[in-house]
């Protein structure tokens, strides 16, 4: 697994507690009950405490999966 | 704190610690406030489990008029903001801006505030409440230009003081002081209006932070320090007394050295409100006295005791001061204006506090000040808090009279004491806060939030006594708390606690007859748990049991009546009708 996943995975954990390990690569808002709009913003801000960078309100309705999630923040990290 | 540190600290708590409950009224979406406030609240309550319950959105004085008997929660806080006193004010709201708008804006918003008021006084009593007042600037809604306040500005923001000054006058609700708020979350930092406009949240991730932080305080206020322990020269006055003598020591503007007549005046108010003032100073005794004989100093000699004078060490001078107090060291702060003499109290007396007394460094001076008012301080000011020091020096002369020891029978029952119990204190603020902060006699070292308390106090078959005392030597004021449930011939007693001034005055056993005789029980158990602290307690009930408790145990009457001690005091009971009606 790469930094980068590694570190989202991290993030996942932080945000939702409860779900499993195994689930998270495959985690998107139609998987994961508890993907509400409210941890939807607070997995926003744990994303950028963790990659230092601030994330725009108004990506938040595309970025609905782990996958999406890790798409953005490459490219993020290439734009760096 | 960051959002993912909040969430770590509230992930962390054992899932099966007691829950405690905590509604958040505010009209916002609470988001980060409420991920930030449970942090704040779980590192303070690190054994329970804090579970926070946002209130209606769009509706604070719903949320405020829901809360019922049935199961009030164990904390309120309430997060006021101007939409909260009319929806024109919100940035989200279609509302209109006009001039005639504005008037009717001011008019909604007195309304709205009496019934807010009106809500929290019908709030049942238990949960404490903290409350802060509107943190964001008004919308540039009002006619005037930015930088002078609008008569509507000045109309919104005096019927929010008047509100808050009735509403913390009821002496139940901790009011957040904007100002300090102002310091640590500056107001240009607060407003995030995009995440307003999006989300419904209205702060900024610092703003957030900052005022949950206040607001747990407020909810969950820390044990104020007992005691200040303070150096004399270049500290208590500016100067080597010494050196220069006790005339040409300073603490006024004169002389430059307003900084110790306001450290001074600060001590002198602290006293005042029951925080103890000792003095430990390596001087000469005389020339110390004649200082103190000074009419201008503004901390009064009769403010100060002990006064521990001579060349030794400071150490010792703390050890007799915290013994003449009979309190720890981790209860009291020692100020002085030597890095050295402060690191060698603090090798000698683990858990104090030491501030450096910053004699040249004006700022630094006032964070200092602030630092003791802040360690110091209390909401309220008891008759209690003006007995203690003279109930100490008093003490101190009871223990010379008795050698220290145990006191001779003759010279008990010639101090004519007189211990009373008041069976209906319960709701008086310096019961809890004795049980709260009293270490040493201290039945399982429990300590109760306000909630708690209530529930404790008002379950079946509560029995609550509250303790005070005084004999020849004058009041010791309200120095025990005992409080149990009666069911058939046994009692629990699930607290008690005693001053430590009040040791060797056979109060304790006083308290046991009382338990015995005014509840007709045949036994006592006792919720013991023995504590890092709590050895005064086990001596006293190893004197009764043959030896020391480890756990719970049970006392039966004629366990006591088999070794309690003769008993002088005049016995007196408040309020038993009252309390048993």
């Not at chain 2, 991730?205 to 322990?229: F, M, N, Y």
């Not at chain 2, 001034?501 to 109060?507: D, E, H, S, Y």
């Not at chain 2, 158990?525 to 307690?537: C, H, I, S, V, W």
């Not at chain 2, 006591?560 to 038993?576: G, I, K, N, T």
Request: hydrophobic share 45%; aromatic share 8%.
């Amino acid at each position: 697994m790469d930094e980068t996943r590694q570190r989202l995975t991290n993030c996942f954990q932080v945000v939702f507690p409860e779900l499993p390990q195994e689930a998270i690569a495959t985690a998107s808002t139609a998987t994961v009950a508890a993907w509400d709009s409210v941890a939807a913003i607070t997995l926003m801000n744990v994303i950028e405490d963790e990659f230092g960078f601030e994330m725009d309100l108004d990506d938040l309705a595309d970025l609905d999966s782990f996958e999406k999630l890790y798409s953005y923040l490459q490219k993020r990290h290439q734009v760096a | 704190m960051t959002i993912t540190e909040a969430l770590r600290i509230t992930q962390s708590v054992p899932r099966d610690a007691r829950p405690f409950a905590v509604t958040l009224a505010c009209g916002f979406t609470p988001l980060h406030l409420q991920t930030f406030l449970a942090a704040h609240l779980q590192q303070t309550l690190a054994d329970r489990k804090v579970r926070i319950t946002p209130g209606l959105y769009g509706n604070l004085v719903g949320t405020l008029e829901t809360i019922s008997d049935a199961s009030p929660p164990d904390g309120l806080v309430i997060a006021l903001e101007w939409p909260d006193l009319d929806p024109r004010l919100d940035y989200r709201g279609a509302g209109s801006w006009s001039v005639t708008a504005v008037n009717d804006i001011v008019a909604s918003a007195q309304t709205m505030l009496h019934r807010i008021a009106n809500a929290l006084l019908r709030i049942p009593a238990g949960p404490r409440i903290a409350l802060s007042l509107p943190t964001l600037a008004l919308p540039p809604l009002f006619h005037a230009p930015g930088w002078q306040a609008s008569q509507h500005e000045l109309a919104l923001e005096a019927g929010v003081l008047r509100f808050a000054a009735d509403i913390a006058q009821a002496g139940r609700i901790a009011v957040i002081n904007s100002q300090r708020l102002a310091e640590e979350s500056p107001a240009a930092g607060r407003l995030d209006l995009k995440s307003d406009l999006y989300t419904g949240l209205p702060y900024t991730i610092e703003h957030a932070d900052r005022l949950a932080s206040q607001l747990a305080l407020a909810l969950v206020p820390p044990a104020p320090k007992k005691g200040i322990i303070s150096d004399l020269d270049d500290t208590l006055w500016s100067g080597i007394a010494g050196e220069v003598g006790p005339d040409a020591l300073g603490w006024d503007l004169a002389s430059h050295a307003q900084l110790h007549g306001l450290y001074q005046k600060l001590l002198a108010s602290l006293a005042d409100s029951g925080t103890l003032i000792g003095i430990a100073s390596k001087n000469d005794p005389a020339v110390v006295a004649k200082a103190f004989e000074r009419k201008d100093l503004l901390l009064h000699p009769e403010q100060v005791f002990p006064i521990e004078v001579h060349w030794n060490a400071k150490s010792g001078s703390v050890a007799r001061i915290l013994e003449a107090w009979n309190i720890a060291a981790d209860s009291v702060i020692f100020v002085d204006d030597s890095p050295m003499e402060l690191a060698e109290v603090a090798a000698a007396h683990p858990g104090i506090e030491c501030v450096l007394f910053p004699r040249n460094d004006y700022q630094a001076g006032l964070a200092m000040l602030r630092q003791l008012r802040d360690r110091c301080g209390k909401e309220r000011v008891s008759k209690d808090d003006a007995l203690r020091l003279e109930s100490i020096r008093q003490g101190v002369a009871f223990r010379e009279q008795t050698s220290g020891g145990a006191a001779p029978e003759s010279f008990l029952e010639q101090i004519g004491a007189v211990v009373t119990f008041d069976f209906a204190a319960a709701a008086e603020p310096r019961v809890l806060e004795l049980v709260n902060k009293t270490n040493q006699f201290n039945l399982n070292g429990g300590r109760y939030t306000q909630a708690d308390w209530q529930k404790l106090v008002s379950s079946p078959g509560a029995l609550l006594a509250a303790v005070s005392y005084e004999d020849k030597f004058g009041p010791l004021g309200t120095i025990g708390v005992v409080a149990g449930q009666l069911g058939g011939r046994t009692l629990v007693i699930e607290t008690w606690v005693m001053s430590c001034r009040a040791f060797a005055r056979r109060i304790e056993h006083q308290t046991l007859k009382m338990l015995f005789e005014t509840t007709g029980a045949s036994e006592i158990d006792f919720r013991f748990t023995p504590t890092a602290k709590n050895g005064p307690l086990r001596d006293f009930f190893a004197t009764l049991l043959g030896e020391e408790p480890q756990s719970e145990f049970r006392l039966t009457r004629s366990q006591f009546e088999l070794r309690c001690p003769a008993l002088y005091h005049e016995v007196r009971e408040m309020r038993r009708a009252q309390a048993h009606g």
